[in-house]
Every structure is written in C-alpha cells, then in structure tokens.
C-alpha cells in the first residue's frame, strides 16, 4: 500500500532562512508525486509536481523539490522564507490516471518567526 | 477564474440530519473527487467520478454517496451523518488526460452533533 510519512509536524523558522521540509513515501510503482500548501482557511493549493525527468523541479513562489528515488524522498526546499509562507504543507503520492487517488502525508505546519 | 466551489463552507449539524454538500468546477474537467480531512491522517478519498454517471468508492465510503449527473457538479451526500464523519471536506478536480494535476477546492468543514 502507498504511503507518505511527514515526519516533521511543526516548524519554525525565522524570516530570511532557508527552509526544508521532508516527505518519505512507499509506492509500488513509478511515484507520481506532488507538494500542496494550505494556508488558514484556505483550500489546496499545488506548489510543484514530479512525474518525471529532471529530478529537481521547480515551482511557485520559490519553492523547489528534489525527487531521490534511492531515499523514497521528495523534500521541499526554499532558500529565503518570507512571512507568507506560513501555512500548512502536504507532501502527496499517487497515481495520474484511474482513480487517480491521493495520499497525502499529515502534513508539516510552517511558522515564520519576524 | 478557473476555479472549484463548494458549498456550503461551514456546516454544523445533528445526527441522522441528511445533508447534501456541493461541489462545482468551471474548468470542463471530466475527473471529480471528494476527500475528507483529519488531524494526523492527511486526506483520504472518499469517491470519485471518472466523467458523468461514472462514479465509485475511494478509500473510505462508508456514509457517503455521491452523483454525477452533470459535468461540472458532484455533490456529496450524507444521508444519515454521524458524529464520525465530523470533519474537513475538500472537493477536487482535473481534466481526464494522463499526468494532469487535481485542483482543490476551499474546503467545507463539518460538525455534526
């Protein structure tokens, strides 16, 4: 059975450092896999994706993932935290095309400290 | 704007009290789903829709049905809520082709009593 472990439920960090936020997953075949971020009272937004290719892939508001296969990780990294990103992040595996399941891990929640 | 909706966004609720949460896209998307939300689960899916009147079971659909009569609606049917199924409800969609993201709606949170 696919799985996604967050193993980081809170995070803190000060505004300006560099962030890194870990996923592990289990899947049995080819991993499709996404980070999602959910800001208070607000739905799911998709930050970036891996399906294949390039193992580091870049996404929206200065996020990046590095995809290593030999690790079941897929760790969401940004260089310089600003405030706004605080927020709740969803690591997520499935697949992209049947029933097209997600499974999301519990989810890091990122604090921004001024 | 492409966007999903649900409606309503807060539900509060008594057992037994059959409630109909709605979902809509305006994206042409073939591909809907509902999951549910809890602390220290993630989401979890509760049914899906491949295209109009195709629909099945998620990972937890005990309490739940659905219906897809049209396109761009896929609402989520509680016909005798429980305490249990107090929860975080997202509705999703995406278009039917191979690699193509789901796109999440705002969420309706529900309590029942």
């Known amino acids: 059975a696919q799985s996604v472990t967050q193993p980081d439920i809170h995070i803190t960090v000060s505004e300006g450092a560099s962030l890194e936020l870990r996923c592990n997953y289990s899947?049995?075949?080819?991993?499709?896999l996404f980070w999602y971020v959910q800001s208070p009272g607000q739905g799911l937004q998709l930050l970036l994706k891996?399906?294949?290719?390039?193992?580091l892939v870049q996404g929206i508001k200065g996020f990046e993932a590095e995809f290593k296969r030999s690790q079941s990780s897929f760790n969401l990294r940004k260089p310089s935290v600003h405030w706004s990103d605080a927020a709740e992040y969803f690591c997520?595996?499935?697949?992209?095309?049947?029933?097209?399941?997600?499974?999301f891990g519990s989810g890091t929640r990122l604090q921004v400290q001024p | 704007e492409a966007q999903v909706t649900q409606n309503p966004r807060y539900l509060i609720t008594v057992t037994g009290k059959k409630l109909t949460v709605t979902c809509s896209q305006n994206m042409n998307h073939e591909y809907m789903s509902w999951y549910r939300q809890d602390p220290g689960l993630g989401l979890r899916q509760i049914y899906y829709s491949m295209n109009v009147e195709v629909t099945d079971k998620g990972d937890v659909p005990e309490g739940y049905k659905v219906s897809r009569k049209e396109k761009r609606n896929f609402p989520l049917i509680l016909e005798s809520p429980s305490p249990n199924q107090t929860s975080l409800y997202f509705c999703?969609?995406?278009?039917?082709?191979?690699?193509?993201?789901?796109?999440f709606g705002p969420g309706t949170r529900l309590l029942v009593l």
């Open positions: 999703a969609s995406s278009r039917a082709g191979t690699e193509e993201t789901q796109y």
């Open positions: 899947y049995g075949a080819t991993p499709y």
């Open positions: 997520a595996v499935g697949a992209v095309t049947g029933r097209r399941a997600l499974t």
């Open positions: 891996y399906f294949s290719g390039d193992t």
